[in-house]
């Protein structure tokens, strides 16, 4: 059973940086998953922020282009969300998702965890 786990999230002025991180377990081959960052404030849906796909490429959301970098460190079976210069608008809940499919931003991933807290203040 594949289960995610987010931390790293908290509180932070505009302009400040924080790392995410997501532990994955119940892996077969790590290789295999898309994995995906979300973010979602309550009323909205759920919004793709950065993503790395099966054989690697990554892509970003044009709002965290040159500010927010994904990366996985897949020894530890953890995949990151490195984010600076952030802005309140980015106030949301973060959440990591997994899949065998390729769904980039599409938000019909198999498995997810169960989200960090980011605030930023003004």
């Known amino acids: 059973q594949v289960q995610l786990a987010e931390s790293g999230g908290g509180s932070v002025q505009a302009g400040g940086s924080l790392t995410l991180s997501c532990t994955a377990s119940g892996f077969t081959d790590w290789n295999t998953y898309c994995m995906t960052w979300f973010r979602q404030v309550p009323g909205k849906e759920r919004e793709g922020v950065a993503t790395i796909a099966i054989y690697g490429r990554t892509m970003y959301a044009d709002s965290v282009k040159g500010r927010f970098t994904i990366s996985q460190d897949k020894a530890k079976n953890t995949l990151y969300l490195q984010m600076d210069s952030l802005k309140p608008e980015e106030t949301a809940m973060y959440y990591c998702?997994?899949?065998?499919?390729?769904?980039?931003?599409?938000?019909?991933?198999?498995?997810w965890g169960r989200g960090t807290q980011v605030t930023v203040s003004s």
């Open positions: 998702a997994a899949d065998r499919i390729d769904w980039w931003f599409v938000a019909k991933y198999n498995y």
